[in-house]
């Protein structure tokens, strides 16, 4: 069992080189794949210092993009069994990957979601608090599902059913989109607890409550009539272990994954760093 895990970076100079480090720790075997998505600081200089060590690879785009499609660029280049998406800001541990992998290894699941809910508030500020409730409500409301914590950045798929799913993504509405194209497919998403050590925006905190969270609830609303693009009953059964970039699916042509105007690079120095 592989696992590969995605890591998102846009200026985070501070926590990027430590987040690398805990993830190379934890004691699975794993290919690391950074995509940095346009990074104005010095997160150039700390991935070029990561960059030599083999099981890490570096992209770099030219622009910031955003999160969804910094998350596509890694599934490009996914060769692991099971993905993990790590945030680079250290809000969540990577010593919570037993946890979280512990439903798929038994295989009761192919889904999981960390949830910073099931033990409650905790640390959580009372306004993040009652705004991914209300985003969970809607999302249960609208897709039958029963999650506490829909925008739980700790999201980890059996590759096989993440590389089937056409997403279109740019921004954060990487979260809502990908949980509403698996519950339209018919996947039930499993959610394990984790701790989670909330930053402030004086301390780089990027999300904003209210542009982020309407636009989270109108892509769950617009997705919950989207269909899977092959008629078929199962979608994992007709695209795993076939389609993916370079090899499109006949039926739908998934596989053709969007990157216009989305330029993998390489390490910060232009070169491929593998």
């Known amino acids: 069992m592989k696992l590969s895990v995605i890591i998102p970076v846009y200026n985070e100079e501070s926590t990027v080189s430590e987040v690398i480090e805990r993830v190379k720790a934890v004691p699975y075997e794993k290919e690391i794949i950074v995509v940095d998505d346009g990074s104005t600081d010095a997160t150039a200089a700390r991935l070029s210092d990561a960059g030599g060590h083999p099981v890490v690879t570096i992209f770099t785009s030219p622009v910031n993009f955003g999160k969804g499609a910094a998350v596509r660029i890694g599934l490009a280049h996914v060769t692991g069994d099971i993905v993990v998406i790590q945030d680079a800001d250290l809000e969540l541990s990577p010593e919570e990957y037993p946890r979280l992998l512990e439903p798929i290894l038994r295989g009761q699941a192919d889904i999981v979601y960390g949830s910073r809910f099931l033990r409650g508030r905790d640390r959580v500020s009372w306004r993040t608090y009652l705004a991914n409730r209300l985003l969970a409500c809607w999302v249960n409301l609208l897709y039958g599902s029963r999650l506490t914590d829909e925008a739980t950045a700790y999201k980890v798929f059996r590759a096989s059913v993440i590389k089937t799913l056409p997403l279109k993504c740019i921004g954060f509405e990487f979260c809502p989109e990908v949980t509403a194209k698996l519950l339209r497919s018919g996947y039930t998403v499993a959610e394990v607890p984790i701790g989670?050590?909330?930053?402030?925006?004086?301390?780089?905190?990027?999300?904003?409550?209210?542009?982020?969270?309407?636009?989270?609830?109108?892509?769950?609303?617009?997705?919950?009539?989207?269909?899977?693009?092959?008629?078929?009953?199962?979608?994992?059964?007709?695209h795993a272990g076939s389609a993916g970039p370079g090899n499109p699916c006949q039926g739908c042509g998934f596989g053709a994954v969007e990157q216009a105007h989305i330029r993998p690079g390489g390490s910060p120095d232009g070169d491929p760093s593998q």
């Open 196 to 238: 989670y050590r909330p930053r402030l925006p004086s301390e780089g905190k990027k999300v904003s409550y209210l542009r982020d969270g309407l636009k989270a609830a109108w892509t769950l609303l617009r997705l919950r009539f989207w269909k899977p693009p092959c008629p078929s009953s199962s979608v994992d059964a007709l």
